[in-house]
């Protein structure tokens, strides 16, 4: 049986003038690896007032934590607190996910073999 693993890693930002010069390059650090499926990796991005938000499952300690990182418009990023869900299983999909609301947005998920959505308010 023939296996595909995906890999999927770190995010490069750049601030580039209109003139084609860098004025900040950062990195937001991740990796995420799964076998078969690539349904819960990558990243999603929202905009607040200020800021770029960056969500995307983080594996510790055997659970998957959906993590908020920003960036604001000088390069300054920040990790948020970690979005824990209340019960455990529910595994999100934020590559799929959707800005509803200017500080609201979707995110499907499962939760034993049922496809849910999860509304989160920043």
């Known amino acids: ?5 995906y890999y999927y890693d770190d995010n490069l930002l750049l601030d580039v003038s209109k003139n084609g010069e860098v004025r900040w390059a950062k990195v937001i650090n991740k990796e995420q690896y799964a076998d078969d499926t690539d349904n819960y990796l990558s990243f999603s991005t929202f905009i607040t007032e200020s800021e770029i938000h960056f969500l995307f499952n983080l594996i510790e300690k055997r659970d998957k934590l959906l993590t908020d990182n ?3 418009s000088n390069g300054t990023i920040k990790r948020n607190p970690t979005l824990r ?10 590559k799929l996910s959707k800005q509803v609301g ?3 947005i979707v995110v499907p998920c499962t939760f034993r073999n049922q496809i849910c959505f999860a509304k989160i308010d920043f």
């Not at 049986?1 to 693993?5: L, P, V």
């Not at 869900?85 to 934020?94: A, C, D, K, N, T």
């Open 1 to 5: 049986m023939r296996t595909t693993r």
């Open 70 to 72: 920003t960036i604001s």
């Open 85 to 94: 869900s209340i019960e455990r299983g529910y595994e999100f999909m934020p």
């Open 102 to 104: 200017a500080h609201t």
